[in-house]
């Protein structure tokens, strides 16, 4: 398995711009996490999917934030418009199970930098 | 109170010794939990899973969880360099309609010194 795809890997843009974020979670899993990851404020959970139906969005930071998971095999995080207070690493994971905890299996990540 | 607690280290140890992690978590509700691994630059990954009180081995690796005190810890013998990463404690945490989500702690960066 080719295990959990994220892209672009990086991506830089201006204040401003929309930015679209890519994942492809390893097929058969159920569960779509999408994190985000900075230095002081370590892996927070911004929206967890379980069969492609939004389960918690309360780490959502704010309206320019969205997500959508049309199918089992693909999601997008969009900010709309990007400030540079977004600049950290965005992950997408995957696990198997539906509604317990089990092994997440972590995407390469997104470094996003907003100028 | 933040969910789920670490030191941020660095916690500095020579090859060879044991090192020790540790973690606190704030609810008692919580049932499952989880260390994972970070190298710098890289994504996380799973090591270690605990659900019941007490220790739980792996190789080199012993997790060690104590739900009175709200406690969990992460014991790695004959530390190696190539152990060198961040460790991130993560909890769950129930939601609504039966469903649980993971917290994971702000992390622990652990050198080895050869």
């Known amino acids: 398995d080719a295990g959990v795809i994220q892209s672009p890997r990086h991506e830089v843009t201006e204040m401003g711009q929309e930015v679209t974020l890519r994942c492809k979670p390893i097929?058969?899993?159920?569960?779509l996490f999408w994190y985000r990851q900075t230095m002081m404020r370590g892996l927070e959970l911004l929206i967890y999917?379980?069969?492609?139906?939004?389960?918690?969005d309360s780490g959502m930071p704010e309206d320019r934030f969205s997500a959508k998971m049309p199918n089992a095999s693909f999601s997008t995080l969009k900010i709309q418009p990007s400030e540079p207070r977004d600049s950290a690493v965005y992950f997408c994971?995957?696990?198997?199970?539906?509604?317990?905890?089990?092994?997440?299996?972590f995407g390469p990540g997104t470094r996003l930098t907003v100028l | 109170q933040k969910e789920v607690e670490q030191n941020s280290g660095p916690l500095s140890v020579p090859e060879g010794a044991i090192a020790s992690l540790n973690c606190t978590y704030s609810?008692?509700?919580?049932?499952?939990f989880f260390w994972y691994r970070q190298y710098s630059g890289k994504s996380p990954e799973l090591i270690m899973s605990?659900?019941?009180?007490g220790d739980k081995e792996d190789g080199r690796f012993t997790a060690q969880l104590n739900k009175a005190s709200q406690y969990v810890s992460l014991l790695i013998r004959d530390s190696q360099p190539s152990d060198s990463a961040t460790y991130l404690c993560?909890?769950?945490?129930?939601?609504?309609?039966?469903?649980?989500?993971?917290?994971f702690g702000t992390g622990t960066k652990l050198q080895v010194i050869p």
């Open positions: 097929s058969g899993h159920n569960s």
């Open positions: 605990i659900y019941s009180n």
């Open positions: 993560a909890v769950n945490t129930p939601l609504s309609g039966g469903y649980q989500k993971v917290t």
């Open positions: 609810d008692r509700g919580s049932q499952s």
């Open positions: 994971a995957s696990s198997l199970l539906a509604g317990a905890p089990d092994t997440q299996y």
């Open positions: 999917f379980n069969n492609n139906v939004p389960i918690d």
